[in-house]
C-alpha cells in the first residue's frame, strides 16, 4: 500500500522552466496597464486613462473602491454628509480638504477607503449594517476629472451584491445614478467606471488568470508621487533579496511579503548621467503565485516612457503541488527540475532530525541521508550526483510525520 502510495505521488509529474526572459509593455508615455501571468506568458493590456472609479468585486467583506489618481484625476474628502448632497459648498476645499489616494500595500484599500475601520463597520464610504448587511454610504467626495470637469459623488449603498452611487456636477445638474452588480463580474478582483462616458468597463482579466501588473501609481516617498513598477495579484508573495548577485541569492522562506508593491517601482532608477534607467543588478525577487508555485525574477531593463517596456527573466524553481501531505507543513525542493547535482531543500521540521529518501518510480529508495540539526524551517543542501534523469519522489520522515515532494532530474 505505502508503495502504490510513493508511485501516485510520482507519477503526477510537475511542469518546470530553465531561465526565460520576457518583455512586457506598457506602451509609450506608460499609457498602458498590462496584466501578466507567470506560469503562461498570457498579457492582457487597456488604456490606462479609460477609467475613473473601480469597485472591488472578490473583496470578501472588504468593499475597495479605488480612484484613477495614477492619471492625475484628484478626489477631496469633503467636510459634509450624504444628507448635505444639495447644499454642498466646495468653498476651501483646494486649501483645506483632504486629498486621497488609493493605498499601494492593499488592494481593497483604495481612495475611498481612505479612513477604513473594520472593527467598527466603518468601510471607509460607508458604514455596514449587520442586522440589513446593507453598506450604508455616509460620505461625499469632490473628483476633479483630468479635463477639468469636477463632480461631486457619493456611494448610496452596497446592497445585495450591488454598488449604487450618484454623481453630478457641483450645482447639482446633469445627475447620474448608476448600479454595478458584482455577479455581472464573477472572479475578476474589480470594475471599473468611465465618468465621462457613464459606463461599466470589464478591463481586467480574471483574478485567476494574473500575478503581475504593470504601469504607473502612486505611492508616498514623503509625498505622494508618481511611478512606474510591477503590483502583485491578491495572495502572491513575494522575498526581495538585495545586496548580491541573482546566482548567488539565497531567500528567507519566512520572509514572504504579501504588500502588492513589494516588487514595486525602485528596482531601477534614473541615471542624470546618461539620461537613462539603470537597472539594479543586485536585486533578485521569489514569487510565490496563487497556486504555490515558485519563481526566481530578475528585472533586466526598462524603457522609460519612449518605450514603457519592461523586461526581466523568470525561473521556475519549484512547482504547483511540491507539497504532497498537509499545508500545514512545509517541504520544498529547489531548483526543480534539479540540473548540476545538487538540490536544495526546505523543511518545516517539528523534530531534530529525520530520515531524507529519494525514491524511484518503481518505489525503490535510490538515495538515502539522515538530516539533523534540525530547527523549524530548515534548509539543507543534499547531494543526488549520479542519479539518471527522470522523475523521483524525495519523502522527509520525522517520528509520524511524513511528507512527499515531486523531484524531476535532468
Given at each position: 500500500?505505502?508503495?502504490?502510495?510513493?508511485?501516485?505521488v510520482a507519477i503526477a509529474t510537475?511542469?518546470?522552466?530553465?531561465?526565460?526572459?520576457?518583455?512586457?509593455?506598457?506602451?509609450?508615455?506608460?499609457?498602458?496597464?498590462?496584466?501578466?501571468?507567470?506560469?503562461?506568458?498570457?498579457?492582457?493590456?487597456?488604456?490606462?486613462?479609460?477609467?475613473?472609479?473601480?469597485?472591488?468585486?472578490?473583496?470578501?467583506?472588504?468593499a475597495g473602491i479605488l480612484a484613477?489618481?495614477?492619471?492625475?484625476?484628484?478626489?477631496?474628502?469633503?467636510?459634509?454628509?450624504?444628507?448635505?448632497?444639495?447644499?454642498?459648498?466646495?468653498?476651501?476645499?483646494?486649501?483645506?480638504?483632504?486629498?486621497?489616494?488609493?493605498?499601494?500595500?492593499?488592494?481593497?484599500?483604495?481612495?475611498?477607503?481612505?479612513?477604513?475601520?473594520?472593527?467598527?463597520?466603518?468601510?471607509?464610504?460607508?458604514?455596514?449594517?449587520?442586522?440589513?448587511?446593507?453598506?450604508?454610504?455616509?460620505?461625499?467626495?469632490?473628483?476633479?476629472?483630468?479635463?477639468?470637469?469636477?463632480?461631486?459623488?457619493?456611494?448610496?449603498?452596497?446592497?445585495?451584491?450591488?454598488?449604487?452611487?450618484?454623481?453630478?456636477?457641483?450645482?447639482?445638474?446633469?445627475?447620474?445614478?448608476?448600479?454595478?452588480?458584482?455577479?455581472?463580474?464573477?472572479?475578476?478582483?474589480?470594475?471599473?467606471?468611465?465618468?465621462?462616458?457613464?459606463?461599466?468597463?470589464?478591463?481586467?482579466?480574471?483574478?485567476?488568470?494574473?500575478?503581475?501588473?504593470?504601469?504607473?501609481?502612486?505611492?508616498?516617498?514623503?509625498?505622494?508621487?508618481?511611478?512606474?513598477?510591477?503590483?502583485?495579484?491578491?495572495?502572491?508573495?513575494?522575498?526581495?533579496?538585495?545586496?548580491?548577485?541573482?546566482?548567488?541569492?539565497?531567500?528567507?522562506?519566512?520572509?514572504?511579503?504579501?504588500?502588492?508593491?513589494?516588487?514595486?517601482?525602485?528596482?531601477?532608477?534614473?541615471?542624470?548621467?546618461?539620461?537613462?534607467?539603470?537597472?539594479?543588478?543586485?536585486?533578485?525577487?521569489?514569487?510565490?503565485?496563487?497556486?504555490?508555485?515558485?519563481?526566481?525574477?530578475?528585472?533586466?531593463?526598462?524603457?522609460?516612457?519612449?518605450?514603457?517596456?519592461?523586461?526581466?527573466?523568470?525561473?521556475?524553481?519549484?512547482?504547483?503541488?511540491?507539497?504532497?501531505?498537509?499545508?500545514?507543513?512545509?517541504?520544498?525542493?529547489?531548483?526543480?527540475?534539479?540540473?548540476?547535482?545538487?538540490?536544495?531543500?526546505?523543511?518545516?521540521?517539528?523534530?531534530?532530525?529525520?530520515?531524507?529518501?529519494?525514491?524511484?518510480?518503481?518505489?525503490?529508495?535510490?538515495?538515502?541521508?539522515?538530516?539533523?540539526?534540525?530547527?523549524?524551517?530548515?534548509?539543507?543542501?543534499?547531494?543526488?550526483?549520479?542519479?539518471?534523469?527522470?522523475?523521483?519522489?524525495?519523502?522527509?520522515?520525522?517520528?509520524?510525520?511524513?511528507?512527499?515532494?515531486?523531484?524531476?532530474?535532468?
Open positions: 500500500m505505502k508503495k502504490l502510495l510513493l508511485l501516485q510537475i511542469s518546470a522552466s530553465a531561465q526565460t526572459t520576457v518583455t512586457v509593455t506598457t506602451g509609450p508615455g506608460i499609457a498602458q496597464q498590462t496584466w501578466y501571468k507567470l506560469t503562461t506568458d498570457a498579457v492582457t493590456s487597456a488604456a490606462l486613462a479609460e477609467w475613473d472609479i473601480a469597485f472591488e468585486i472578490n473583496g470578501g467583506f472588504n484613477n489618481t495614477q492619471k492625475g484625476l484628484q478626489v477631496f474628502q469633503s467636510p459634509y454628509s450624504v444628507a448635505d448632497w444639495t447644499t454642498l459648498d466646495t468653498t476651501g476645499m483646494a486649501a483645506g480638504w483632504t486629498v486621497l489616494h488609493n493605498s499601494d500595500k492593499d488592494w481593497s484599500l483604495g481612495a475611498l477607503n481612505s479612513d477604513v475601520d473594520l472593527d467598527n463597520y466603518n468601510l471607509g464610504w460607508g458604514i455596514y449594517n449587520t442586522v440589513t448587511h446593507v453598506v450604508a454610504g455616509d460620505s461625499i467626495y469632490v473628483v476633479r476629472l483630468t479635463s477639468g470637469d469636477v463632480k461631486k459623488l457619493r456611494i448610496d449603498a452596497l446592497s445585495a451584491g450591488t454598488y449604487n452611487f450618484t454623481y453630478a456636477n457641483i450645482d447639482g445638474s446633469d445627475e447620474q445614478v448608476h448600479a454595478v452588480a458584482k455577479a455581472d463580474y464573477v472572479g475578476k478582483n474589480y470594475t471599473y467606471w468611465s465618468m465621462a462616458t457613464n459606463s461599466a468597463l470589464d478591463r481586467e482579466p480574471a483574478a485567476a488568470d494574473w500575478d503581475f501588473v504593470f504601469g504607473k501609481y502612486i505611492t508616498d516617498i514623503g509625498q505622494w508621487y508618481g511611478v512606474t513598477g510591477v503590483l502583485q495579484n491578491k495572495g502572491v508573495e513575494v522575498v526581495q533579496v538585495g545586496g548580491t548577485l541573482p546566482a548567488d541569492a539565497t531567500m528567507d522562506w519566512t520572509a514572504f511579503d504579501t504588500t502588492i508593491s513589494a516588487i514595486g517601482y525602485d528596482w531601477k532608477a534614473f541615471d542624470m548621467n546618461i539620461f537613462q534607467y539603470v537597472v539594479d543588478d543586485s536585486l533578485t525577487y521569489f514569487v510565490k503565485d496563487i497556486p504555490g508555485n515558485l519563481w526566481k525574477v530578475i528585472f533586466t531593463g526598462f524603457g522609460g516612457s519612449t518605450t514603457g517596456d519592461i523586461t526581466f527573466t523568470k525561473e521556475l524553481l519549484s512547482a504547483t503541488g511540491v507539497n504532497e501531505t498537509t499545508k500545514a507543513n512545509t517541504f520544498v525542493i529547489y531548483p526543480n527540475p534539479a540540473l548540476d547535482g545538487m538540490v536544495n531543500v526546505v523543511i518545516d521540521a517539528t523534530q531534530s532530525t529525520g530520515n531524507l529518501s529519494v525514491i524511484d518510480l518503481s518505489g525503490k529508495i535510490v538515495r538515502q541521508e539522515m538530516l539533523n540539526g534540525l530547527n523549524g524551517l530548515s534548509t539543507r543542501t543534499i547531494d543526488i550526483a549520479g542519479l539518471s534523469a527522470g522523475v523521483y519522489t524525495m519523502q522527509f520522515a520525522s517520528n509520524n510525520v511524513s511528507m512527499f515532494s515531486k523531484l524531476i532530474v535532468r
